[in-house]
Structures are given as C-alpha cells and as structure tokens.
C-alpha cells in the first residue's frame, strides 16, 4: 500500500457504534449485555475492548456484525456506521456479503469455524467466490487466481503453501489460528473483529499470533478490533482501549495514558490484580466480589456494589462518561456538583 | 508464598529433610494410533527431580503438554511412576506400611484448575466438607464435622457460611467454587496441596482474591504449595522457586528471583519474553525474539536437547547431546550446553 492510500485511509473510523442496545430475551426476563455502547475504529489501529467474562464484549462484536448465537438476541437501539451506511436493519442477505468481505473475523476457538472435511485451500477458495473476490488479476482463469490468492495468503500468515492441501484436524492450534487470520484477510477487509484470538493459546504461540497481527495491522492499515480479557495482552498491541463492566464502557482512553493514569474505580482494581512479571510479594488490593448478573443489574453505577468510593449518588443515577485528560470515565467522581 | 518460608530458613541456618523429595521420575505412556505402525510411547515425565521444604511454594510452569499435570497425578498416587521415587519426609512410598500411605494421601491434597468438574454437582456444599473432614479422618464425629465445616467455610471467604452450607456447586460462582475446592483440599489438615492451574480459569479481580487467599492460608498454616501454572506473572508474584520443564523435562530451577530476573536456559528467557507486560512504556512483544516453531509433541521428541528445533542459540553438538541439569548459581541451575557461555552473558538474538 502507498503512503498516500495509507494516509487517506487512516482519516476516518472505518466503522463506529452508536448507542447501540442489545437486548436478549431469556426465562430470567430481558437481559441488555450491550446497553448504550460507543465506539469507534480507525483505520491502522488496534482498538482493545477489554474486561473479565460476561462485560458484553463478545456480544458487542456480534451486534455490529449481526450474527447472534442464539435467536433471543436482537440489536434494539442504536447505530453500527460502516463509512457512511448504517448496518443497522440491513437484510440478512446483504449482512452475509458485508461479513467476510468488509468485516473479518477471527475467533477464540479457530476450529470451530473451519470444515473438518474440506481442505484449508478449498475453504478459503469458497470463501473468495462466495464474496466474488476480484482483486487478483482480471483476465485469465478464475480458479487459478484463486488458488494464487490463497497461497499468498498462506504465505502472509506465515504458513507454509502445502497448508493448503491439509485438513483442520492434521494443523496445531497455532496453525488453525493462522488459518483463521488468512481467512479473515481473504477479502481484504477495512475491519477485523478479533474475539479473543489468542486466549486458548500457549503463551509463546500467542506471542507469534500477536506479532503477526501487528504486522499485517501496519501493512495493511486495516482497523483491528481486539477483544480480550488479558491487560497484558491489551498494553502490548493495542493504541486504544475500551474498559467494560456489566455492559456498558467504564473508561475509554489512549493506551499509554490509561495504564499510566487509569481514571474509573473499576479500571484501577483490575489493574490492581493485574501480576505483573517484575512484581512480587503481596498481591495489591483485590476488589471483593464479581461481575454482576445481568438479569438483574445493580442500579445506578453497576459498579457500585464493589465500589470502595461508593456514594449515596451512586446507586440513584448512571454516571455519564466524562472527559478527563487520558481519555473519558463513568464515574461520579469526577463529576464538578458530586458533594 | 512470601513471607514465612525464607525468613524460618534464614533463621535455622540448616536444610531440613525436604517435605517431598522426588527423584529420577519417569512416565511412560504406551499411546499412539490405534494402528501398531504409529504406536508410539509418551515419555511424558522424562527424569524429572524435585524436592519442597514445608511451608514452601514451588511452582512448575511450561507450555501445554510438557508433563505438569502427569507430574501431579503420580505425586497424589493418581498414577504409577515408570520409574523412580517420591519420597515423604525422607521415607519412599515403595517402603510404605499401608497406615503410612494413608496418612500420606491424607497430607497431599489437590486443587483443580475447574472446581466445577471436581466436585459433585449432587451434592450440598455442607456435605461435600463434611465428609471430607470424616472421611479423612480429620474429625471423629459427625456433631464436629458439621462446626468445622462452617469454620472452613468462614476461613476460604465463604461467609456466612449458614448461608452456604446448603447450596449445590452450580448454585455458585466460579470463584466461589474454587473457595470451595480450596476448603475441601484443607479438610484433612494437609502439609502440601498440590494446586494444578488454579487460578486459570478465573476472572482477573477474582483471581486476585484467591491468589490473596492462598497466600494468606500458607501464612496461617504454613501449608507447602505444588504451583502449577502456564502463567509466568502469576508464579512471579506466589513462588519461591520455579522449575520450567519442556517435553517432561526440567530444563531449569531455582529461587524465582534468580530464574526470572537471570535466566540461564534459552527456553526460560523466550517463556519470559513472551508473556504480555501490561504496562505500555515496558510492552516488549515488539522488540524481544519469539521463539518460532510449534509447541512440541511427547510422541516426537527431539535427538540431543530437546528445544534444539526452536533454540536461538543451538549449535550443532546440541543434536546429539542431552544436556543434564547441572549447576549455574546459588541454588539455581539449568540444563543446556550453553550454560556457561549464557551466565557470562552470552544474549539471544
Ligand atoms: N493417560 C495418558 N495416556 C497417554 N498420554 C498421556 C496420558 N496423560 C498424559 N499424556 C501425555 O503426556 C504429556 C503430558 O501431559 P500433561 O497432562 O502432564 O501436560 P500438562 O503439562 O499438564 O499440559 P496442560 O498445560 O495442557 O495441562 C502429553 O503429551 C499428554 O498427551
Ligand atoms: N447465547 C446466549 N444466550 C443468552 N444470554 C447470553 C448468551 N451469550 C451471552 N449472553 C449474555 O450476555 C452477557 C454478555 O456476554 P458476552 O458478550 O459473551 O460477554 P464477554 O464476551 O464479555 O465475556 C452475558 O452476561 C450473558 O448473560
Ligand atoms: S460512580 Fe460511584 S460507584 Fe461508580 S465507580 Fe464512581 S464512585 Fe464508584
Ligand atoms: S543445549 Fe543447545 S539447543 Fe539446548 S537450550 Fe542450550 S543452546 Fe539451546
Ligand atoms: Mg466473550
Ligand atoms: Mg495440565
């Protein structure tokens, strides 16, 4: 890519959230796991979307791409801009062409979403004709330019081309998450959602994966939404971070600025119990108790119960996110009228 | 765990008898293919020596499937060693009376990474610690076992424990089932638990608390911990030594200190660099070397040092020789043929 499609392509968001509101409909009543989440993704960014399990992090990744795994969920508000087009009340059909090739994917579990009985090569093939990818040469055989494209992106991820010829169950895990990568980059996407690419990895293949989709991030200036859990994980690659609790974003801020001042209560235990590798001793302040239970979250701030700042305010009203000098933060306490 | 442990040795000045010593293990799994041609044997325990003083944590790290769980099966008597011994307080469980092997089956108890899959699902949080406690012999009647049920409950932060006692594992959290699991294994009143990844599963703020509340078991009880982790920042922050195995072997040993801040084997350096900082201004996934190649299987070892396929440093005597674990500092030592060359500063690429 030239510096000059670089830089133009660098100016805006790729794809923003507004407001959005998940909603599913289980027996324990109406549950929102994504109520009234912002965010935005530019293009040769790392963006993280961090927190522990049940924040709503993976839901948020399935309402922009509108693909739930259970029939009980349903976008109820907001907007997922792509550019300028609103994915929000497409239909399913041009949801379908959007995903794989403007949207990539990449998932926790990597065999989970290859064909145990199709050959690598032969998945990403169906891929490219089923998004009727064009970038190869425009003359000649189709077939061949598809077999190309796959080597090359074989070769990308680092794998060697005689991949293709293989089948998920003959790869390690590693390799299926390279697989994963290639595929996800298949149609030359502006976005790629990562759900926790690495956590079923040992520590020094995810030490590969990550450098690989730092690499490809840089070269490709494509926008790379990160999902995890891990802080390390969060303050090695990412350039901006969003912190969520219980379904909504706590802090938002620029890497470097939120780990060297981080604002909200819940974003300073967290890093708190974060171990870090030069540390030893006694481990710091643990914050008491757990993720709330989305069935019947708590009111006001949801972070109130294990709040050590805790204010009567707290549990009357949500906290809007403030502006503060590292980014923003939900939290009365950095409200001008809190007594 | 910090505290206790080194400030009692500095005092007595002596090497006691170690709690557990185990040396020259090996396990061998006939596995493989269902068809003789790929038969293989596992050599999933490869020489492996350990010894733990009480009161003391020791942990085992390394990536997936270098012999860390197997480790823990054959010192809780789960499996049978191929070959090799594993002494208790200086006595080898070959030469047990079978009182004795009680006793000590009752002394080692074990933490699981799922508390969930180990413990009954049919079964009350009262009854599970209760019959713990009779079963092991730790209490006699059934009137006590009930008071020193509650105890344990109100000790692993399971409080008020009256509002515990009666509900079902899936009526917790996964954090608070690890409590569970953690009081259960205390139950016997053992000398060493033998905790296998027990944190891994758990959220951040939760692991915390029960990383806190292990700590503070082994300040109150001086129990001996058996660590074992995948996760270095954790074993930094819990252990007093570490030993780093690879393909069922130790390839290095010491005070965690030393070991974290001075590797010697290639392999303990590339494990370090690797694992996430969180801290922006330090991120080293950038710059350090990543070890290349995949996490190896048991059923294809390696000639000579088995990490020579991904080694930076390996040279071509380290395909046919095996390099023995062999002294580099103050307790501290590592099994590579470069070892001299690396604590005189030899640097990966
Ligand atoms: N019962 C068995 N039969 C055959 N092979 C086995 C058996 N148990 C373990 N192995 C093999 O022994 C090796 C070590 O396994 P082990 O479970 O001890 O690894 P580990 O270090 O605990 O890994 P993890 O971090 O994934 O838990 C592996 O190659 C495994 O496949
Ligand atoms: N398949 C599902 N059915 C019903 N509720 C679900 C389902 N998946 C997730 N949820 C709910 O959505 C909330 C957020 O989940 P998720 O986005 O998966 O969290 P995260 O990815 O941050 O761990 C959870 O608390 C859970 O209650
Ligand atoms: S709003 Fe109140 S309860 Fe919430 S984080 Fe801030 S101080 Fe704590
Ligand atoms: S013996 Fe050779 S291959 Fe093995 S760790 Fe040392 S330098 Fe590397
Ligand atoms: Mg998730
Ligand atoms: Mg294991």
């Known amino acids: 890519m030239s510096p000059a499609e670089l830089q133009s392509k660098t100016a805006h968001p790729v794809l923003a959230i507004e407001n959005l509101v998940t909603e599913i409909r289980s027996v324990r009543g109406l549950i929102r796991p994504v109520d009234g989440v912002s965010m935005s993704f530019p293009a040769g960014k790392i963006v993280g979307v961090v927190g522990e399990s049940g924040s709503g992090k993976s839901m948020t990744a399935f309402s922009i791409m509108q693909l739930f795994p259970t029939s009980a969920a349903r976008v109820a508000g907001g907007r997922v801009l792509l550019g300028e087009t609103d994915l929000i009340g497409r239909s399913p059909e041009q949801m379908r062409a959007i995903r794989g090739s403007r949207i990539g994917m990449i998932f926790q579990d990597p065999t989970s979403f290859l064909n145990p009985v199709l050959t690598i090569g032969r998945q990403i093939e169906q891929q490219l004709e089923a998004h009727r990818w064009t970038g190869g040469p425009p003359a000649g055989d189709r077939g061949q330019s598809y077999a190309n494209r796959v080597s090359e992106l074989l070769t990308s991820v680092g794998l060697p081309r005689d991949v293709s010829t293989r089948y998920p169950h003959q790869l390690s895990g590693g390799q299926c998450q390279r697989v994963g990568i290639a595929s996800a980059l298949a149609c030359d996407p502006d976005l790629i959602i990562a759900d926790e690419p690495t956590t079923a990895l040992d520590v020094t293949i995810q030490a590969q994966i990550l450098r690989l989709m730092m690499r490809l991030q840089r070269e490709r200036a494509v926008a790379l939404m990160l999902i995890t859990h891990d802080l390390g994980v969060v303050a090695e690659v990412c350039d901006y971070v969003y912190v969520m609790y219980a379904g909504r974003i706590v802090e938002e801020g620029d890497v470097r600025s939120l780990f060297a001042a981080p604002q909200h209560p819940y974003t300073r235990a967290l890093m708190s119990g974060v171990l870090s590798l030069t540390g030893t001793g006694n481990i710091g302040f643990a914050v008491p108790g757990s993720v709330p239970d989305l069935a019947a979250p708590p009111s006001g701030c949801r972070f109130h119960p294990r709040c050590p700042h805790a204010m009567p305010r707290c549990s009357q009203e949500a906290p809007p996110l403030f502006d503060r000098p590292s980014g923003r933060s939900a939290c009365w306490l950095h409200d001008e009228a809190t007594p | ?349």
């Open chain 2, 1 to 349: 765990m910090s505290g206790t442990y080194e400030t009692k040795h500095a005092e007595t000045g002596s090497a006691p008898t170690p709690l557990i010593e185990v040396t020259g293990l090996h396990k061998q799994f006939a596995s493989g293919g269902r068809f003789r041609r790929s038969r293989r044997s596992v050599h999933a325990v490869d020489d492996l020596a350990i010894r733990i003083h009480a009161g003391e944590t020791f942990a085992l790290v390394g990536e997936s499937g270098c012999g860390k769980s197997t480790t823990a099966r054959l010192m809780l008597s789960l499996q049978q060693p191929t070959s090799g011994d594993i002494r208790y307080k200086g006595t080898p469980l070959s030469m047990m009376s079978e009182a004795e092997r009680r006793d000590y089956r009752r002394r080692v108890q074990v933490v699981f990474q799922d508390s969930n899959s180990s413990l009954n699902p049919r079964k009350r949080l009262g009854t599970i610690l209760t019959t713990a406690l009779t079963v092991s012999g730790a209490v006699a009647d059934a009137r006590r076992a009930v008071a020193r049920a509650h105890e344990l409950m109100e000790d692993v932060g399971l409080s008020p424990s009256a509002s515990f006692f009666d509900r079902y594992p899936h009526e917790l959290s996964g954090g608070q089932r690890q409590r569970v699991g953690i009081a259960r294994a205390l139950a016997p009143e053992p000398e060493l638990i033998i905790a296998d990844e027990p944190v891994s599963a758990l959220d951040i703020s939760v692991r915390a608390q029960i990383l806190q509340l292990l700590q503070r078991i082994q300040r109150e009880r001086s129990v001996a911990y058996l660590f074992i982790s995948h996760d270095l920042s954790v074993v930094r922050w819990v252990a007093h030594r570490v030993g780093v195995m690879y393909l069922g072997r130790l390839v290095e040993t010491g005070p965690v200190e030393s070991v974290f801040t001075r590797p010697v084997h290639p392999y303990t350096e590339v494990l370090i660099n690797a694992t996430p900082v969180a801290d922006p201004e330090r991120a080293q996934l950038r710059h350090v070397h990543v070890v290349s190649g995949d996490v190896p299987s048991t059923t294809e070892r390696p000639s000579g040092c088995p990490f020579h396929p991904r080694c930076p440093l390996a040279v071509e005597t380290c395909r046919s020789e095996v390099p023995e674990l062999l002294p580099v500092g103050e307790a501290h030592a590592a099994a590579c043929l470069r070892a001299t060359e690396r604590v005189e500063g030899l640097r990966l690429p």
